[in-house]
Nanobody
Framework: QVQLVESGGGLVQAGGSLRLSCAAS????????MGWYRQAPGKQRELVAE???????NYAESVKGRFTISRDMAKNTVYLQMNSLNVEDTAVYLC?????????????WGQGTQVTVSS
């Protein structure tokens, strides 16, 4: 199994910054892609950013130029640096890991961390 533990959420004023971390444990060597999703009240879960084991990244249009995803393979940790936050970024942010093959094949999710941006 793969376990994901997020940290770094909190309350910040508009224009501020936060950095989220997601540490993977267990059979983390099987992970191909890690990413961050978010879900605001009454809205569907949406992709924020993702990064593959090869370092290829993908971002939602709404966060391009403001958020940066990175991955420390040695620490099995993925980070999301969020700058120029606005109230629309308020959501629960969830870490995701994809294991594409093998006995542990599947999508794994963390518990989520709340990010609240005040105006």
């Amino acid at each position: 199994q793969v376990q994901l533990v997020e940290s770094g959420g909190g309350l910040v004023q508009a224009g501020g910054s936060l950095r989220l971390s997601c540490a993977a444990s267990g059979s983390s060597f099987s992970i191909y892609r890690m990413g961050w999703y978010r879900q605001a009240p009454g809205k569907q879960r949406e992709l924020v950013a993702e990064i593959t084991s090869g370092g290829r990244t993908n971002y939602a249009e709404s966060v391009k130029g403001r958020f940066t995803i990175s991955r420390d393979m040695a620490k099995n940790t993925v980070y999301l640096q969020m700058n120029s936050l606005n109230v629309e970024d308020t959501a629960v942010y969830l870490c995701n890991a994809l294991v594409p093959a093998g006995d542990l094949r599947g999508n794994y999710w963390g518990q989520g961390t709340q990010v609240t941006v005040s105006s």
